[in-house]
């Protein structure tokens, strides 16, 4: 079974930057980030596969980045030139699926953390 706690959420000004992270129990093939703003639908926005390959949305492209320290078991999002439309519930995410599935930033994941509020203005 696996158990996934954020922390790092924060409130911050434009521009600014922010690392959160998720403590992960349990051994995964494919772990994620996504995000979810009021009244919109949660979005995938980095995964990374058991080979440590990366995969990003448009939205977060080159101002995120998604990595795993393994022996801390820790999954972390590191976010530079945050805008207010970045501000949401951040929520990490795993799986035991394939690397192709782990790219495609569905939502189909299997477990979720409880989320870790980001606000940017």
């Known amino acids: 079974h696996v158990q996934l706690v954020e922390s790092g959420g924060d409130s911050v000004q434009a521009g600014g930057s922010l690392t959160l992270s998720c403590s992960v129990s349990g051994d995964t093939y494919c772990l994620a980030w996504f995000r979810q703003a009021p009244g919109k639908e949660r979005e995938g926005i980095a995964t990374?596969?058991?080979?440590?390959?990366?995969t990003y949305s448009d939205s977060v492209k080159g101002r995120f980045a998604i990595s795993q320290d393994i022996v801390g078991k820790t999954l972390n999002l590191e976010m530079g030139n945050l805008k207010p439309e970045d501000t949401a519930m951040y929520y990490c995410?795993?799986?035991?699926?394939?690397?192709?599935?782990?790219?495609?930033?569905?939502?189909?994941?299997?477990?979720w953390g409880q989320g870790t509020q980001v606000t940017v203005s």
């Open positions: 995410a795993a799986d035991y699926q394939s690397n192709r599935w782990c790219s495609s930033l569905n939502t189909g994941f299997s477990y």
């Open positions: 990374i596969d058991m080979d440590g390959d990366t």
